[in-house]
């Protein structure tokens, strides 16, 4: 028998989550999307069998509001049992959004469903038939929807050489008092510890990945187009304390998108039909495309092929159409193009339905580099923006002077009133949407004269 043990890391199922609004979907792609976090619940269930694990990690937020869903308890419970009957454990610690508090379940856990509690650290042995201890679980529940303590200082397992794994669910943001305040130093120091099993954060992320590892799983199915990509678990498999590998294992029936697409290098739009072929031909390919595997997670090879997608479209870029067919009715050729879409790509396999189209076009401008030849002011401007977009002190400084403003947010729970999320992509479009608004007055200007 194998020394080490194999196990699956979820978390943030977020159960009774409401279905955000996406327009006047068919009959086929409602269900979908009603169904599509049960789905990847049960796509987590079919890997733990499918790959035999020891057993597996819920890390918090189970449910999306202190009282369960009476669905949402249900359909775990249905879950939870298919699991018992291969005497496959599930250990539980729930998080901000479904504290214990006075929460009661509405049905009853089958015996595999160990539950670790708000009041300490609890800690778990996974043994054996011959008693030997294969690996150690710890963790500790939220009480209340904001736990303000260091509660990772106290996962203090026995000094020995068997695998310890903490469940944790955090920020991981020592300035946040809402979600364990903790810093990723905190959790590397934590004597003994070898797998860090997070929970809170919505994307996939492998933060360390030796020594110990620290990993967040993401959301198992995402429910807004906030929360766009491939969504899925992770399938541990840990031989020893420092020999543990991570492989991801795509759960989400449906795959929300933001698509921004230029219409820059497209000189041949005449009309909004033309726009509407474009959009389609470029839906055709997002369908036919292999998915993206969430940035430094090795992807499990099971051929994993999605429902559909929910697509959010930004269209920019400058070009005659704009003037001519756009300008001044944004909504209602947005309206017109989103319908088209939807009968063209919302019935395909998988499906591609268009949430919204954001029209972001803008009055074509001559050629820059003959302008930046002529025109001195022009040139200043280019210059000045190039010095910003290439030096990282530049950019240091302009985001020191904006001050708070500059945060990045860690999840959706995250997000601050007095903030604004800007990531480095962000920043370079602002940047050139800067120049470029500059460029577009200046020559209006001198239009006028
Ligand atoms: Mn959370």
Redesign the pocket.
């Given at each position: 028998m194998l020394d080490g043990v194999r196990f699956i890391h979820t978390g943030?199922l977020h159960l009774g989550s409401p279905l955000k609004a996406v327009g006047e979907i068919s009959e086929r792609l409602k269900k979908s999307l009603i169904e599509s976090s049960y789905t990847a619940i049960k796509n987590i269930v079919d890997a733990a069998l499918n790959h035999n694990v020891d057993f597996i990690l819920m890390c918090?937020?189970i449910y999306d509001n202190e009282a369960r869903s009476v669905k949402g308890n249900r359909f775990l419970t249905d879950q939870m049992k298919l699991l018992n009957d291969k005497n496959i454990p599930v250990f539980i610690i729930y998080?901000?959004?479904d504290p214990i508090g006075k929460s009661i379940d509405f049905f009853d856990f089958p015996d595999n469903v160990k539950i670790l509690g708000a009041e300490t650290v609890e800690m778990c042995e996974i043994t054996a038939k011959s008693g030997k201890i294969r690996a150690r679980i710890l963790g500790q529940s939220y009480g209340a929807p904001s736990e303000s303590r260091k509660i990772h200082l106290n996962y203090r397992p026995p000094e020995d050489n068997f695998i310890n794994i903490a469940m944790l669910?955090t920020g991981l943001d020592p300035g946040s008092n809402a979600?364990v305040p903790c810093s990723l130093e905190e959790l590397k120091n934590q004597s003994g510890i070898h797998y860090w099993a997070l929970?809170?954060i919505h994307s996939p992320e492998i933060i360390n990945d030796n020594n110990p590892v620290i990993a967040y799983p993401g959301i198992p199915q995402g429910r807004d187009v906030g929360e766009t990509g491939l969504k899925g678990c992770f399938l541990v498999q840990a031989e020893s304390p420092d020999l543990i590998e991570l492989e991801f294992i795509p759960t989400s029936p449906v795959i929300w998108l933001v698509h921004r697409l230029s219409i820059d290098s497209y000189t041949s739009l005449n009309n909004i039909s033309d726009l509407a072929d474009l959009l389609i031909e470029e839906g055709r390919r997002i369908i036919d495309t292999a998915l993206e595997v969430p940035s430094s997670c090795p992807i499990i090879d099971n051929n994993f092929k999605p429902e559909g997608y929910v697509i959010r479209w930004e269209i920019c870029g400058k070009g005659s159409i704009h003037d001519d067919l756009i300008s001044g009715r944004e909504s209602d050729v947005a309206e017109e193009l989103e319908k088209m879409l939807n009968q063209h790509l919302s019935s395909m396999n998988p499906y591609l339905w268009t949430e919204s189209i954001k029209l972001h076009t803008g009055s074509p401008i001559p050629d820059l580099e003959l302008l930046l030849a002529k025109d001195e002011i022009l040139k200043t401007l280019y210059t000045i923006k190039q010095k910003i977009r290439e030096n990282a002190d530049l950019k240091e400084n302009a985001i020191s002077t904006m001050g708070n403003i500059w945060y990045k947010p860690r999840?959706e729970?995250d997000l601050r009133d007095d903030t604004f999320p800007v990531t480095a992509e962000k920043f370079d479009s602002l940047l050139e949407n800067a120049f470029n608004l500059a460029v577009e007055r200046i020559f209006k200007e001198r239009e006028d004269y």
């Open positions: 943030d918090g937020d998080g901000n959004h669910h979600y929970g809170h999840g729970d």
